[in-house]
């Protein structure tokens, strides 16, 4: 059971990535999914959750109307497009899945990506 994240990197202020997991090993479309971040000496934050097809979707504050979180089932994929970066967007970025999640909580998932690293220079 693996989830593979890539797709971070250096962008500028205002620019877009899109980052993607790719799940083995499990069904994708069976689990409830997350993207989260984190930064050196804060907790890891819940950047955007998503229940198993066609639920409902969660997004923190911040991020609201610039991520999209979404999966292509078919790939057995997840995706996190990220518009209008803005540097305090800078973190390592976390893919991961659970069963059911009650809420967008790190506690609540069982899989984990190994990470990726976003960079917004401003």
């Known amino acids: 059971v693996q989830l593979q994240a890539s797709g971070g990197g250096l962008v500028q202020a205002g620019g877009s990535l899109i980052l993607s997991c790719t799940a083995s090993?499990?069904?994708?479309?069976?689990?409830?999914i997350g993207w989260f971040r984190q930064v050196p000496g804060k907790e890891r934050e819940g950047v955007s959750c998503?229940?198993?097809?066609?639920?409902?979707?969660y997004y923190a504050d911040s991020v609201k109307g610039r991520f999209t979180i979404s999966r292509d089932n078919a790939k057995n994929t997840m995706y996190l497009q990220m518009n209008s970066l803005k540097p305090e967007d800078t973190a390592v970025y976390f893919c991961?899945?659970?069963?059911?999640?009650?809420?967008?909580?790190?506690?609540?998932?069982?899989?984990w990506g190994q990470g990726t690293l976003v960079t917004v220079s401003s």
């Open positions: 998503a229940k198993t097809t066609g639920g409902s979707t």
């Open positions: 090993g499990f069904i994708l479309d069976y689990y409830d």
């Open positions: 991961a899945a659970a069963v059911v999640a009650t809420s967008c909580q790190e506690h609540n998932y069982m899989y």
